[in-house]
């Protein structure tokens, strides 16, 4: 008998409180047989990214596990003013398709964008729209969001600064500038992680040793000038 890779859950709907089901990928079924350098996962069956964001069929608040677990009022009236008075009602509980996950991140990001959510959720979002546009092979559109989702992250490191912890948003920065083909931009960022005596995180520093060594050959191959050796490589 084969596992049913989906399974439910209850959520109750920060705006207005409906309970609903949601799906959610079985964690033993969650192993991507291949991962990109920013993150981006593949998988031989349901892709788990795909039922990250859980969408009240009745009011069309969409969010995810790490977002506000209740609405104040202020964020209610921006809310039901700018999405929940044009929403038609919709169930994305069961299986969803490639164009089903991408409206889900988007109403998400709306809803996030509305309610002035953490910054953090907001560069999530953006990452997983880029992706899914990845799978599309949207070329124009992943970088489109790359582009937006770089910006949000930089603001993350902005406004909360970086501790012993925050390797992987340093690491992701540079990574998603090198992916723009923002070089010296990259270096940088992969620097601060290789240098930064209070980052301890291995596998982040070896990853941005790693791109640091492909940003030169990318710039050897487009004949651009070198950025510094870096110290501790």
């Known amino acids: 008998m084969t596992l049913e890779p989906l399974y439910k859950i209850k959520v109750t709907c920060a705006n207005c409180e409906n309970e609903f089901e949601t799906s959610r990928v079985r964690p033993s079924l969650k192993k991507a047989y291949r991962t990109d350098t920013d ?6 069956n349901e892709n788990p990214d795909f039922y990250v964001v859980r969408v009240c069929p009745e009011c069309g608040f969409a969010s995810t596990e790490n977002s506000v677990e209740s609405l104040n009022e202020r964020q209610k009236s921006d ?3 700018k999405i929940s008075s044009r929403w038609v009602q919709r169930d994305f509980g069961e299986h969803r398709s490639l164009g089903d996950a991408l ?3 988007k109403l998400a ?7 002035r959510e953490k910054e953090r959720i907001i560069a999530s ?4 729209i880029a992706w899914l546009y990845r799978y599309q092979g949207n070329e124009k559109q992943e970088k489109r969001f790359l582009a937006h989702c ?3 992250y930089i603001r993350v490191y902005e406004v909360e600064g970086v501790g012993a912890n925050d390797a992987r948003l340093l690491y992701l920065i540079g990574e998603i500038n090198r992916r723009l083909g923002r070089y010296n931009e ?3 960022w992969f620097s601060r992680v290789i240098q930064d005596k209070k980052i301890v995180d291995s596998a982040m520093i070896r990853a941005s040793r790693e791109q640091w060594t492909a940003v030169r050959e990318q710039m050897k191959a487009e004949k651009m000038a070198l950025p510094e050796e870096t110290g501790s490589m």
Do not use: M, N, P, W
């Open 103 to 105: 409206e889900t991140y």
């Open 109 to 115: 990001l709306l809803c996030a964008q509305t309610i």
């Open 186 to 188: 990259a270096v940088q």
């Open 79 to 81: 809310f039901r003013t």
């Open 39 to 44: 993150f981006c996962g593949y998988y031989k």
């Open 125 to 128: 979002l953006l990452h997983h």
């Open 150 to 152: 770089l910006d949000s």
